[in-house]
């Protein structure tokens, strides 16, 4: 049975210039943390110059395609016919990638064939995760 679902997808990085920039961009579900979707930028779209992931609820995403989401350091709003935006605040700056929307529902219907929206508690390991916190403080 399938646990994870990665799909590249097409991003545009917008900037202040008026080039906008393509990137492939790397979108990540693991039914071992069911709540949440990883998008990972290669090295050469970043201020670093090494991979940069960002790790946000895929309920998040969900919801940004139709309406704007999201007050904290990853917003999502629709952006015209057939695209969405995906900002991330960070203390060096903004960040806005518009993406294509049909990727990204199509990765969100993958995702929930690996784990339905409302039963992602059923793939918790609750018992692991506490061992983890605990290991090593007594």
Known sequence: MITVIEQAVEARLVATAPKVE???VT???DRADPFAVRMAFPAPATLEGIEVSWTFARE?????????AGYGDVR?????AGRTVV?????EGVAVVLMGSADLRHFLD????V???GLEHLYLDVDHSLAELM???C
């Open 27 to 29: 979108l990540c579900y």
């Open 135 to 137: 290991r090593g403080s």
């Open 76 to 80: 999502v709003r629709p952006y015209g």
């Open 60 to 68: 998040l995403l969900e919801v940004g395609l139709e309406r704007p």
């Open 110 to 113: 993958r995702s929930c064939s």
């Open 87 to 91: 900002e991330f605040h960070a203390p």
């Open 115 to 117: 784990a339905p929206p």
């Open 22 to 24: 393509s990137v492939p």
